[in-house]
């Protein structure tokens, strides 16, 4: 089973991208510590040429923690055949009980990477190497959380055993739930629904009007993280009801399968990034008033505004197609 492509990409990938982040936090270590622009010191004059190295490694090593967030659901969702009792990525993840500490970890990297990616994205704009420190100190605080994804990871793989039998998605997230993730499904429909809507709303008025004014970014941002975590209450309590129509199948990962038209990974997709772009406007607000960052940053800042709105936007049309098109109709008491 380790021989796997997918299990192999991710073990590999998550191998080189731990060493490139280890070697880039003992030089970005030396550049919080030590650089200064208005120093014309030879000291200086190597760690300005060294950031550009550890900035291109810390940049693809990110990258990578972006995307093996969905390659470790698809790898995990492939497996289940060699599982008696799995019908998804639910009963495979179950099968020992390094699998959704491992997918929470996953979730966790993709949104922090997303977020350093953003601030290394707007200190490519300054020609002072306005944020080279502070994103390097963020770098050494996220790298704890990058080691400890990649080893529970790896002790999720290489345990995984063909022998046990686990728990299918309808007894994880059903009605009668039991094992890890019993408390992911426990959601309540009305209220779930009622805070995803509302959020919504609240978070395109709160865009409109950072976009119009260029102010209320830091309401933005929490805006945009309460949708995020209202998209994924939906997803839990009622959008995986009216897509199955079945009452009692609230699966989040059986909605990644062709009989439902892949509609997961446009979900998935929408809510995640959204959720990066949203909390990206927050995380540069404190750089506006930085002198070589006066127009980078609110360019930066408007470009993610906009992507969030769109693909949050795009979570909540094809949720609420799902719910009109389902042939499932909910009685809520």
Request: aromatic share 14%; hydrophobic share 55%; net charge positive.
């Amino acid at each position: 089973m380790i021989f796997h492509p997918g299990i192999l990409a991710l073990l590999l990938g998550s191998a080189l991208s731990c060493l490139m982040l280890l070697y880039s936090g003992y030089h970005g270590a030396a550049i919080a510590r030590g650089f200064d622009v208005r120093s014309g010191s030879e000291r200086q004059l190597v760690l300005e040429r060294r950031t550009y190295l550890v900035s291109t490694l810390v940049s693809y090593a990110m990258g990578f923690q972006v995307l093996s967030l969905f390659l470790f659901v698809f790898t995990a969702d492939r497996l289940h055949p060699l599982f008696s009792g799995a019908m998804c990525a639910a009963g495979v993840l179950n099968v020992n009980r390094f699998g959704y500490p491992a997918l929470l970890l996953k979730v966790a990297c993709f949104l922090f990477a997303g977020l350093w990616l953003v601030l290394n994205a707007a200190d490519n704009r300054g020609y002072d190497y306005p944020i080279v420190r502070k994103k390097y100190l963020f770098l050494l605080v996220l790298m704890p959380l990058f080691l400890a994804e990649a080893a529970v990871q790896a002790l999720f793989f290489l345990r995984l055993d063909p022998n046990v039998i686990t728990s299918c998605c309808g007894a994880l997230f059903g009605e009668e739930r039991s094992g890890v993730p019993s408390w992911l499904g426990g959601f309540p429909v009305l209220p779930s629904m009622a805070g995803f809507y509302l959020s919504t709303l609240v978070f395109l008025a709160a865009g409109a009007h950072f976009c119009r004014k260029g102010k209320g970014g830091y309401l933005f941002a929490a805006a945009a993280s309460a949708v995020f975590l209202f998209s994924a209450a939906a997803l839990l309590s009622f959008l995986g009801v009216y897509i199955y129509e079945l009452p009692s199948h609230r699966c989040p990962f059986c909605v990644l399968h062709g009989e439902y038209g892949y509609v997961g990974y446009l979900l998935y997709a929408g809510f995640l990034g959204g959720g990066v772009s949203g909390a990206g406007v927050g995380l540069l607000m404190p750089f506006r008033k930085v002198e070589s960052l006066k127009e980078a940053v609110p360019f930066l800042q408007g470009r993610l505004a906009r992507a969030a709105m769109i693909l949050y936007v795009l979570f909540a049309a094809v949720s609420t197609l799902e719910i009109i098109f389902s042939d499932l109709r909910l009685v809520i008491q």
